[in-house]
């Protein structure tokens, strides 16, 4: 079945370090988007990608970093300059933008310790 | 910039019970209205999506409906279940990379 795998799960994170989230898609969609959840807040956009080896900056683009070397994989870094990350993260995948909807992948909660 | 509105922010109902759940958009030059449903700790779940040239969705006891000239779909679910329970979200795309969506109408089903 086609699908966006996100791993991993949980993850924790020490000050000071950069984590990547992974993310994979089979759906052959030629967009890709990174979202943070936060309690009480609606999902806010971090970075997106149209095509491959191009990205572009969300609304919350500062301590993240992003790459899209192949069409199925967008993996998201927190680095250290993040001085909030811990959140539900999620990834997304589309055709296009704003015509045949948007597919969701499970997750990631990232937790600073 | 797109802002969407969700009310209510959340609705308990008894099992069996009809309800509606609204979505508000302010910028009606979208493409389509997706309705998405979460539950506690999971991604997105599509339940429903209407393109701009349709008024109606239908997947089993689900209903959504656009109107674009008020800014307005509801999501209708019949005879309601405890597991119906979970965060209900909306969002419209304007062929732009940018989704807005709502803060969600949190459901709950009273068994």
């Known amino acids: 079945d086609g699908g966006i795998t996100q791993s991993p799960k949980y993850l924790f994170r020490k000050e000071g370090q950069n984590v990547t989230l992974s993310c994979e898609q089979n759906?052959?969609?030629?967009?890709m988007y990174w979202y943070r959840q936060d309690p009480g807040q609606g999902l806010r956009l971090i970075y997106y990608?149209?095509?491959?080896?191009?990205?572009q900056k969300g609304d919350i683009a500062e301590g993240y970093s992003v790459s899209r070397e192949k069409k199925e994989s967008f993996p998201l870094t927190v680095t250290s300059a993040q001085k909030n990350p811990t959140a539900f993260y999620l990834c997304?995948?589309?055709?296009?933008?704003?015509?045949?909807?948007?597919?969701f992948g499970s997750g990631t909660r990232l937790t600073v310790v | 910039k797109q802002e969407v509105t969700q009310i209510p922010a959340a609705l308990s109902v008894p099992e069996g019970e009809n309800l509606v759940l609204n979505c508000s958009f302010t910028?009606?030059?979208?493409?389509?209205l997706q309705w998405f449903r979460q539950d506690p700790g999971k991604g997105l779940t599509s339940l429903l999506l209407?393109?701009?040239?349709?008024r109606e969705q239908t997947s089993g006891r689900l209903n959504a409906s656009l109107d674009k000239s008020s800014g307005r779909s509801t999501l209708y679910i019949a005879a309601s279940q405890p597991g119906d329970s979970a965060t209900y979200l909306c969002?419209?795309?304007?062929?732009?990379?940018?989704?807005?969506f709502g803060k969600g109408t949190k459901l709950s089903v009273i068994p």
């Open positions: 990608s149209q095509i491959v080896n191009d990205f």
């Open positions: 759906l052959n969609h030629d967009a």
């Open positions: 969002t419209g795309g304007a062929g732009s990379y940018q989704l807005t």
């Open positions: 209407i393109q701009s040239s349709q």
């Open positions: 910028d009606s030059a979208i493409y389509n």
């Open positions: 997304a995948s589309s055709v296009e933008p704003g015509h045949y909807g948007y597919t």
